[in-house]
């Protein structure tokens, strides 16, 4: 999706930015991960292909990409954005006759990273954009059904269980906005923040290259 390419949002602990090709390498250095391949039920890709992935992503209609980043890393010039990088999350637009259903996806990528808040700032965040900017309704979320920390997130976050599927060892979760959890939402990112990332990023690297 175009929409996010010049978007960046920064919140407490993270800042999303709009996946771009220098954050490919690393992101398809984390993919070869057996353990996340399974937790966020994904085929191991080539370079290219993941270069692909990432140019459909930023193109195609249905999908809206933020790549995570640690903000405390981040606010150093000196240190990459590569290096600042520790997961991702996209919404899908799944069904092309409710354009206000979309399906979220989550990785806090980096081990070290994990339950320190970072998934549920997040989480919130981009259900935050999603509503405001693209008009969602209606979030779903597809776990495996052993992915313990997923389901008590999401559980946490007011969604309900949907559905189990045997077949594919996974729970659907579903939560549709109303007034009470718009509210709670708006509670939980009020320190976010919305710059445009192309500004945002030359002024960064101004300040690396400044005498
Ligand atoms: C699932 C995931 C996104 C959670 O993000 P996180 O940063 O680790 O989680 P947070 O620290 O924000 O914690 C959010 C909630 O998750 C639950 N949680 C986190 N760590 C937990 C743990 N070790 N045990 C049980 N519950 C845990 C808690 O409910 C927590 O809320 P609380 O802090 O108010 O108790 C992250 O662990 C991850 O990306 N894992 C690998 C990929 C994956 O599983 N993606 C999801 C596919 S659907």
Not at 91 to 99: A, G, H, N, R
Not at 161 to 190: H, I, M, N, R
Request: hydrophobic share 35%.
């Amino acid at each position: 999706m175009r929409i996010n390419e010049d978007t960046l949002l920064e919140g407490s602990k993270v800042v999303l930015v709009p996946y771009s090709t220098e954050h490919v390498p690393r992101y398809h250095q984390w993919m070869t991960s057996a353990e996340l391949q399974k937790l966020t039920a994904s085929e191991p890709l080539t370079l290219e292909q993941e270069y692909d992935m990432q140019k459909s992503w930023r193109e195609d209609e249905d999908k809206c990409t933020f790549i995570v980043l640690d903000k405390q890393r981040w606010t150093d010039p000196s240190i990459s954005e590569e290096e600042c990088m520790v997961g991702d999350v996209n919404l899908f637009l799944t069904d092309p006759s409710d354009l206000s259903l979309a399906e979220l996806e989550i990785m806090i990528a980096e081990p070290s990273y994990r339950g320190r808040g970072f998934g549920k700032e997040v989480t919130c965040m981009m259900m935050h954009y999603g509503i405001n900017k693209l008009g969602i309704k209606k979030f779903e979320v597809k776990i495996g059904s052993d992915n313990r920390i997923s389901i008590e997130m999401f559980k946490k976050l007011r969604f309900k269980e949907l559905s189990v599927s045997e077949v594919f060892q996974e729970v659907t979760l579903g939560l549709t906005v109303s007034k009470a959890s718009w509210k709670e939402l708006l509670g939980s990112t009020d320190s976010m923040q919305q710059r445009e990332y192309g500004k945002t990023r030359d002024s960064r690297h101004g300040a690396e290259t400044a005498p």
